[in-house]
């Protein structure tokens, strides 16, 4: 659904970064969306809506947070509260979270942990969330995830908080002592298909959030298309062919069957 909302806040998270966070009364939208799911945000007089992921939704309000990348989220860095948005959402196919007595293992990077605050809110203390970052001064959400009960984890490239390395380190560290049912992945590509590939290996279901550039945000433009073998064809899967996928409707998020279930290289 389209909808003129009341902006109530919209804070810079970080000093040295344009990392923004934007909360936006929006009852009917906070009451149907899911975890990973996404609304299209008109910004300005740009003719494209950006879509940008729901971190939180509730109490009649959404919590999306962006980096200042172009021209449409440096427009949105200069909304004030008590000004209004046109949103249309929520779109896409989230995170599975119908069965949340199940271990999770949540592994963000970058502005990919976004999506995964709402799993860990669904999750409690069943999730371990695993969230890598370049370097201390772009950290976010700390303080959320741990409040929400999560176990946290957090890397950083270059060792200036947390620990020294790449998420999957980690990753591979609390795979090899718990047992997870089921991973979810969002951020970079090279991340995602590391872990799907580690998932694969520990036959450990896993579900990606793929990010694509959009334009129509509804399924009818084909620019976001992506390359996935879908889980629920054939048995076995490996054998099954990659077929085209919209990122906006068919996904955000795929559930994938092994780690070859996306064409990382599209
Ligand atoms: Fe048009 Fe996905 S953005 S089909």
Redo the contacts with the bound molecule.
């Keep these: 659904m389209i909808a003129l909302c009341d902006i109530i806040s919209n804070e810079k998270m970080t000093e040295e970064y344009n990392i923004y966070s934007m909360i936006i009364d929006a009852p009917l939208i906070a009451k149907i969306a899911k975890p990973g799911q996404f609304v299209h945000v008109k910004c300005g007089g740009l003719t494209l809506r950006r879509p940008i992921s729901i971190a939180s939704a509730k109490n009649g309000q959404i919590k999306i947070c962006y980096d200042v990348r172009g021209e449409g989220t440096k427009w949105l860095s200069g909304l004030k509260s008590g000004g209004k948005i046109d949103i249309n959402g929520p779109i896409g196919k989230g995170f599975d979270v119908s069965d949340t007595s199940k271990k999770v293992l949540l592994a963000g990077g970058g502005i990919g942990i976004y999506p995964l605050y709402s799993v860990a809110e669904a999750y409690g203390e069943n999730a371990f969330a695993v969230l890598g970052f370049r370097t201390k001064d772009i950290i976010t959400f700390e303080k959320e995830f741990k409040e929400c009960g999560s176990k946290l984890y957090i890397a950083t490239d270059d060792g200036s908080y947390g620990r020294k390395g790449f998420a999957i380190d980690t990753v591979k560290e609390i795979l090899d002592n718990n047992k997870i049912d089921i991973i979810m992945t969002c951020g970079p590509k090279i991340m995602m298909k590391g872990i799907a590939l580690e998932a694969q290996k520990r036959n450990i279901r896993c579900q990606v959030s793929m990010e694509e550039r959009?334009?129509?945000?509804?399924?009818?433009?084909?620019?976001?298309v992506c390359k996935i073998k879908d889980a629920n064809v054939g048995d076995g899967v490996l054998d099954v062919p990659f077929t085209n996928k919209?990122?906006?409707?068919d996904g955000p998020v795929f559930d994938i069957f092994d780690g070859s279930g996306v064409d990382w290289e599209w």
């Design positions: 959009m334009a129509c945000g509804i399924g009818a433009c084909l620019a976001c919209r990122v906006c409707i």
